[in-house]
């Protein structure tokens, strides 16, 4: 498939996207593609371990081509070793079932590159929508992270990332993915149809190598 949106929450151009939902509100559409996980907003609301065969039926169909959006977020209540533990058992659904992770992360970048070193994952892991400086993408670069733009971004941060590393996404955004890739080959000063071929190809290698 040509992925040119590999994280939404809308319905609109979902033949060309990967759309985000939890295992409970997986429904998928014929042709569509899907990463499912569970939020780190919602981990306070884990009662039990059924969740976790849930995640492994839900993920296990033909059409989730990713584990996310899961991840660490320092700006909600839940303790982070609760939210760190809820990661590193969704990492190993992705894990035995072959599949590449989709990360939220917010102010918790270092703890995530730690999580990496320690579980070393054979598949990709993505951050997405990151709006972050600089310096934090060099160290997940120097780290084997992928990273997503979406409408919100830093420049010297998007200019750093190789773009065999790089995707672009809507998230919860209506704008159409289309303006995204205009703005970004912009600012990379690269034309529109090398980005796009680019981008679609690291799909390929990252959701449909499998």
Not at 80 to 100: D, G, N, S, W, Y
Request: charged share 20%; hydrophobic share 40%.
């Amino acid at each position: 498939m040509d992925i040119l949106d590999i994280h939404t929450h809308q319905s609109e151009n979902a033949s060309k996207a990967i759309t985000s939902v939890s295992p409970s509100d997986f429904n998928p559409v014929e042709g569509n593609c899907y990463s499912v996980g569970i939020h780190p907003w919602s981990v306070a609301e884990i009662d039990g371990n059924e969740w976790i065969d849930e995640l492994i039926r839900v993920a296990s169909h033909p059409q989730v081509v990713a584990i996310g959006e899961i991840g660490l977020d320092k700006l909600i209540t839940t303790d982070m070793t609760l939210q760190t533990k809820i990661v590193e058992i969704q990492v190993a659904v992705a894990e035995q079932l072959r599949l590449p992770v989709v990360i939220h992360c917010v102010r918790a970048f270092n703890e995530l590159i730690q999580l990496k070193k320690k579980i070393k994952p054979t598949t990709p892991w993505i951050i997405h929508g990151f709006r972050a400086k600089k310096s934090i993408v060099e160290q997940l670069i120097k780290q084997g992270f992928y990273i997503s733009f979406g409408e919100k971004y830093q420049q010297d941060a998007l200019c750093l990332v190789p773009l065999n590393k790089l995707f672009l996404e809507t998230d919860e955004s209506e704008n159409n993915i289309e303006i995204l890739y205009q703005q970004i080959a912009d600012a990379r000063s690269i034309p529109y149809y090398q980005l796009l071929t680019q981008i679609q190809q690291n799909s390929k290698d990252v959701f449909f190598n499998h």
